[in-house]
C-alpha cells in the first residue's frame, strides 16, 4: 500500500512536471514572440490562445486517444497506455495557458522597456532580452498557473493512461478510483498530498518570483 | 553645423493633424528649448527626432547622418545620441545596474569608474546599490539622466525632464545638464512647457503651437521681443486655449 502510494505521488510529479517542462520549453518562447512582435493575426492568436485555456481535458484527451490508438496515424508508436501518453496530454493542456500568460506578462511589459532599451542603445537582440529579463515574473507565474493546471488534470491522463497500478496511476487517477470503490477518506488522503505537491511547488518558485522582482 | 536637421515633418493620429510641416534646425553645441502648451505636437516631434516612430512625411537628419526608421539601421546612431523621457522607468536591478546597461549594450568593459562618476555627477552614488525601482520621482529623473548621459551622447534630448518635480531636484538636473553641455560639447533640445527653465537654461528657443514651430530665436528674444502675436501671448500667459 505504502509503495504504491509513493509509486503513484512520484508518477504524478513525474508527469506533470515533465509536461511542465516541456510545455514551458515550446510556449515561453513562443508566447515571447507573440508579446513583442506586431503582425497581422495577433488578436487571433490571442483569441484561440485564450479560448484553450478552457480546453476540455477529456476532449484533448479523446483527441491524442484516437491519434496514439493501435487505428491511428501514431499508433505504431506504442505510446498509449503509457506515461509518456500522460505527458503529451497534460502538455497539450499546459502549452496554450503558458503562451497566454507569457505574451500578457510580455506585452504589458514591453512598450516601456523597449522603448527604453532602444533609447539606451540595445540592438533587437539585446532588447528582446531586457524585455524578456522584466517580464520574468510573470513569466514565472504562467509556468506555476500551467503546473497547477497538470497536476490537478484527469480527464485526459485517465483517457491516455488508463489508470493502470505501477504503471500509469497518478494521483487524480487514484482518487477517482477509490472514490468508486467507496474509500472517500483514502481519496481525501490522496487529495491532501496533490495540494501538499502543488503547495511546495508554489512556495519554491514563489521565491524565486519574489527574487526576480527584486534582482 | 546641424546636430539636428527636421523638413517637412508631418504626423497625424487618425483625423488629427498633430505636426504640421515642421522643419528645425538645432545648432552642433547649442542648448535648444522648445516650449509650448501641452498638446502642441512636442513629444510626437521628439520621438520622431529619436527615431522611435516614423513621421507621415519630412525627413530627420542628426550629426548629418538620415534617420531611416529602420531599428537596426539607425543603431549606431541612436548610439551617438539619447532621450530621456518625462516618466523614465528603472529596470528591476540596482540604479548602478540602471546606468552600467547603457555601457554594456556598447560592448564598454571597464564600467565602475564611468558610472561612478556619472552617478556622483547627479548627486547619487551612495544609492548605487538600491534598487531602481526604489528611487522617488526625483531620484529616478536623476538616475535617468545618468544612464542616458554615462557613455557621452553627441546628442541628448529630454522631453519634460523636471516635469512634477520639486525645486531641489529640478536645480541639481539643471545643473547637472549645463555642466554635461559644458564639458561635453554635446548638443542639447528640451522640450518644457516650463517658461522660465527654458530661460533659465536655453540659448535658443522655438514656441510650438497647435503643431507648428510659430517662432525660433535666442531665447532672450523670444521672451523680451517677440515677433509673432502668439509668442508673445504665450510667454507672458495670456494665451487663452
Known amino acids: 500500500m505504502e509503495s504504491d502510494l509513493l509509486n503513484v505521488t512520484l508518477l504524478s510529479i513525474f508527469v506533470s512536471g515533465t509536461a511542465t517542462l516541456l510545455a514551458s520549453l515550446l510556449a515561453i518562447p513562443l508566447g515571447c514572440f507573440f508579446g513583442m512582435r506586431k503582425f497581422r493575426g495577433k488578436e487571433v492568436i490571442r483569441t484561440i490562445t485564450y479560448t484553450l485555456y478552457g480546453f476540455p481535458p477529456v476532449v484533448a484527451g479523446l483527441v491524442l486517444y484516437i491519434l496514439l490508438s493501435n487505428s491511428g496515424p501514431l499508433g505504431s508508436l506504442q505510446l498509449l497506455f503509457t506515461p509518456t501518453a500522460m505527458i503529451l496530454a497534460q502538455t497539450l493542456l499546459v502549452v496554450p495557458i503558458v503562451i497566454g500568460l507569457t505574451m500578457s506578462a510580455v506585452s504589458t511589459t514591453s512598450k516601456d522597456y523597449t522603448e527604453t532599451a532602444i533609447i539606451l542603445g540595445a540592438d533587437s537582440w539585446r532588447t528582446a532580452r531586457t524585455v524578456i529579463h522584466e517580464a520574468r515574473v510573470g513569466i514565472i507565474s504562467a509556468v506555476m498557473i500551467g503546473f497547477g493546471r497538470a497536476l490537478a488534470e484527469v480527464g485526459a491522463v485517465m483517457l491516455v493512461g488508463g489508470n493502470i497500478q505501477w504503471h500509469t496511476r497518478v494521483l487524480t487517477t487514484a482518487i477517482v478510483l477509490e472514490t468508486r470503490e467507496g474509500n472517500f477518506g483514502y481519496g481525501l488522503a490522496l487529495g491532501a498530498i496533490l495540494l501538499t505537491i502543488g503547495m511546495i511547488f508554489f512556495y519554491l518558485m514563489k521565491r524565486y518570483q519574489d527574487k526576480g522582482m527584486l534582482t | ?241
Not at chain 2, 516650449?35 to 516614423?54: D, H, N, Y
Not at chain 2, 528640451?190 to 497647435?210: E, G, P, S
Open chain 2, 1 to 241: 553645423m546641424n546636430a539636428i536637421q527636421a523638413k517637412g515633418i508631418s504626423k497625424s493620429y487618425r483625423e488629427r493633424k498633430v505636426l504640421k510641416e515642421i522643419d528645425l534646425e538645432v545648432e552642433e553645441g547649442d542648448i535648444f528649448a522648445i516650449i509650448g502648451p501641452s498638446g502642441a505636437g512636442k513629444t510626437t516631434l521628439l520621438r520622431i527626432l529619436c527615431s522611435l516612430q516614423p513621421p507621415d512625411s519630412g525627413t530627420v537628419a542628426i550629426l548629418g547622418r538620415q534617420i531611416s526608421f529602420k531599428a537596426t539601421e539607425d543603431l549606431q546612431l541612436r548610439r551617438r545620441m539619447s532621450f530621456i523621457s518625462q516618466k523614465p522607468i528603472a529596470f528591476r536591478n540596482s540604479v548602478r545596474e540602471n546606468v552600467a546597461y547603457s555601457l554594456k549594450v556598447r560592448g564598454v568593459e571597464d564600467r565602475k569608474e564611468m558610472v561612478d562618476n556619472a552617478l556622483q555627477h547627479v548627486g547619487l552614488l551612495d544609492l548605487a546599490d538600491n534598487l531602481g525601482m526604489t528611487l522617488s520621482g526625483g531620484e529616478l529623473q536623476r538616475m535617468a539622466f545618468a544612464r542616458a548621459t554615462v557613455y557621452n551622447p553627441e546628442v541628448l534630448i529630454l522631453d519634460e525632464f523636471t516635469a512634477h518635480l520639486d525645486p531641489y531636484n529640478i536645480k541639481m538636473l539643471e545643473d547637472a545638464l549645463i555642466s554635461y553641455q559644458k564639458e561635453n560639447g554635446a548638443t542639447i533640445l528640451t522640450v518644457t512647457h516650463n517658461m522660465f527653465q527654458a530661460k533659465r537654461i536655453a540659448r535658443t528657443t522655438a514656441v510650438m503651437l497647435d503643431g507648428q514651430i510659430v517662432e525660433q530665436n535666442d531665447t532672450a528674444t523670444i521672451f523680451n521681443n517677440p515677433t509673432d502675436e502668439r509668442t508673445g501671448q504665450f510667454v507672458k500667459g495670456e494665451m487663452i486655449f
